[in-house]
């Protein structure tokens, strides 16, 4: 026991997380300069749902380590587990919950059983391999067997079980993979850059793999290629960005036809794609004009949602009111935020009526978004609230996606078209270093506290209110530059 930092040699619970995530992000962690890792939000979640999950589950609560362990306490944390692997190999783990069950250990007429808490719908290698080795070593501390662990996910009346049996076949599966993160971990470079590294904006190491990805011209760098596409292309010969940039349009369309129809149709527009970003060039694909909604127009709302996925609850509708002046031309500087709560205790009814004499005080007015979120979670809560389908086929045809008319008029030299990507090329920057929707999404529930009667500091949702605005503002960024 203690409270000591692992030794260099070992293997613990969190590098076989890593681990299972990305090869490369358990190098990272145990070798990488902490100068270039980046502070993310998404750990600070993981721990906010951790301990919403926990405080659903058991009803006072738990105690600290091993001596809560002897006085035979329900719940107990912060005991880090200290033994040797399934090949003898030293490892660690630091559960972050201990479940009193039946049994006999050494403590008493009872054994404990680890817990994990869940982010996400599916139960994955992710959380069974660590549970299994929390499990494997709370055998060797309680000297008698665990023969199931829990998973909990979502929170309060929504909290969801799931027992994982401590199986041969997991047993072995751990086995195996503690032999390959050993391995790993014993070469003096990192391992290669994921195939698949749409998973890298969460990681607090996507600033050296950028840029290693950007030097090598890695072809996850084109946009459009992931990881699939990036193994037929490589079987194909092709290796990197440059010589998937030089390749024969046509040639390549013929030969990506042998994995299917639909990947030689895409091919011509992958090399075209290689080609603008090898070369920094825009390009343009339809000369027709990309907005001609705003012909006329008298003005524009700006819209951004932010959400809180695992409460499947879109917390933020906001919008920024941007008219014509009466030169003709738009006025940024009479640009005016509003933001329409969506507070539990008040009903989504309560924020669609809102929301409907926003959109009615400025009728005629387009409403801009970026990506298909805020169309698609508003006209399903406009069905859920009774319109009809002209009333709702009227909302969706108002709603104009930015993204698709940059998509569809041009091809930029950029690795993804996302707002933050495209509105940051053109200049735009936000005015919260390093905000992004997790970092609103934090900032909501610390707002929100443990009830409606526990708020946070306001201010938290003012800095959310800022990053709403700022994304609207950089919506308009990307219009204001297709127009």
């Avoid at 032999?179 to 003096?188: A, E, I, T, Y």
């Avoid at 992004?436 to 201010?459: F, I, M, N, V, Y």
Wanted: hydrophobic residues 35%; charged residues 25%; aromatic residues 6%.
């Amino acid at each position: 026991m203690g409270d000591t930092q692992p030794a260099a040699s070992v293997l613990t619970d969190r590098l076989l997380r890593s681990w299972l995530r990305c090869r490369r992000r358990a190098w990272l962690d145990r070798y990488g300069d902490p100068a270039e890792r980046q502070w993310t939000a998404h750990r600070n979640l993981q721990l906010d749902h951790q301990q919403r999950c926990f405080v659903a589950l058991l009803p006072d609560p738990p105690s600290r380590g091993e001596p809560a362990c002897r006085e035979g306490a329900a719940g107990v944390v912060g005991l880090r587990l200290k033994g040797v692997g399934p090949a003898g190999e030293p490892v660690e783990a630091h559960p972050p919950l201990l479940l009193k069950v039946k049994g006999h250990s050494r403590w008493g007429p009872y054994t404990y059983q680890p817990v994990l808490a869940r982010q996400g719908r599916r139960l994955t290698r992710e959380h069974q391999l660590p549970l299994a080795l929390m499990a494997h070593l709370l055998e060797q501390e309680q000297q008698a067997p665990v023969t199931e662990m829990l998973v909990v996910g979502g929170s309060g009346r929504r909290l969801e079980r799931d027992r994982v049996g401590f199986s041969h076949g997991l047993r072995r599966q751990l086995g195996d993979a503690l032999r390959k993160l050993s391995s790993d971990l014993s070469h003096s470079q990192p391992p290669a850059l994921a195939a698949d590294r749409r998973k890298c904006t969460l990681c607090s190491w996507r600033g050296p793999c950028n840029s290693e990805a950007v030097a090598q011209g890695h072809l996850s760098e084109v946009s459009g290629i992931g990881a699939k596409r990036r193994e037929m292309l490589q079987e194909l010969g092709i290796k990197g960005l440059s010589e998937l940039a030089a390749a024969d349009a046509d040639q390549l369309a013929s030969r990506m036809e042998r994995f299917g129809e639909q990947h030689g149709e895409v091919a011509r527009s992958l090399v075209a794609q290689a080609r603008v970003q090898r070369d920094g060039r825009v390009e343009p694909l339809l000369a027709s004009p990309s907005l001609p909604e705003l012909q006329g127009a008298p003005g524009v709302l700006l819209y951004d949602i932010e959400s809180d996925p695992d409460a499947r609850h879109d917390f933020l509708h906001g919008f920024v009111r941007l008219p014509r002046g009466d030169n003709g031309r738009w006025d940024p500087a009479a640009a005016r935020y509003h933001p329409v709560l969506a507070l539990a205790r008040h009903g989504e009814s309560r924020c669609w009526q809102r929301l409907q004499d926003l959109l009615a005080h400025y009728k005629n007015w387009p409403v801009l978004h970026y990506g298909e979120t805020e169309a698609l979670a508003l006209c399903r809560m406009a069905q859920r609230q009774g319109q009809t389908d002209a009333e709702v086929t009227a909302l969706r045809h108002r709603l104009i996606d930015v993204h698709v008319r940059v998509r569809r008029h041009w091809r930029l030299p950029l690795s993804g078209y996302g707002l933050k990507p495209v509105a940051s090329w053109l200049g735009f920057q936000w005015s919260q270093v390093g905000a992004d929707g997790a970092r609103a999404l934090l900032w909501w529930r610390q707002w929100q506290g443990t009830g409606p009667e526990h708020r946070g500091s306001d201010h938290a949702l003012r800095w959310i209110f800022q990053y709403n605005r700022d994304d609207c503002l950089a919506t308009w960024a990307v219009a204001d530059w297709l127009l």
